[in-house]
């Protein structure tokens, strides 16, 4: 399913996609707030990819590449993963490259995303992210969802414990 917004065209991940993903995952800067830190081996970016193109056969997530609408300028990924049909629930991400941070590209692809979550029946969502993450935290907020817990120790990122918060929404 593509999804359109005023500047951005969402379409399903492809494996060619890995190509510029690896770069954004590659920045240390992107991945600071991200359970691993960054990926320097294209591989197992691409390994990651073909793990979510499964999920999406398979009907447990959707993995959008984000892209300009205006010229296809690739600028990260967002998502609709860990899909619960019983509990009509599911895990929204998001991970756009340093030089896309700040234009609101990722809030614009996340309204498409809750929009088209309900389409599916999708009546709750959920995000977690790593203390500390405060745009996303913000985005999240103004996407309209609400801190709901909070996880001490709950990541290991390279021996050091790290505490998330877990938001959530009922569409």
Not at 91 to 106: C, P, R
Request: glycine letters at 8%; aromatic letters at 8%.
């Amino acid at each position: 399913m593509i999804l359109e917004t005023e500047r951005l065209t969402l379409s399903p991940i492809v494996e060619a996609d890995s190509a510029l993903v690896h770069p954004i995952m590659a920045d240390p800067d992107v991945m600071a707030h991200w359970d691993v830190a960054e990926i320097d081996d294209p591989d197992v970016v691409e390994q990651i990819l073909a793990g979510q193109i499964l999920a999406m056969a398979e009907e447990k997530a959707f993995y959008w590449a984000m892209r300009l609408t205006a010229d296809g300028t690739f600028l990260g990924l967002c998502d609709l993963s860990d899909i619960d049909w019983r509990h009509h629930r599911a895990e929204v991400g998001f991970i756009l490259g340093k030089d896309s941070w700040g234009k609101g590209y990722a809030y614009e692809a996340m309204q498409a995303v809750l929009n088209y979550a309900v389409t599916q029946g999708i009546q709750r969502l959920w995000a977690r992210t790593l203390v500390g993450n405060e745009s996303s935290e913000k985005l999240l907020t103004k996407l309209g969802f609400e801190q709901e817990g909070y996880q001490r120790g709950h990541v290991d990122r390279g021996g050091e414990r790290r505490d998330c918060r877990l938001w959530g929404m009922l569409l």
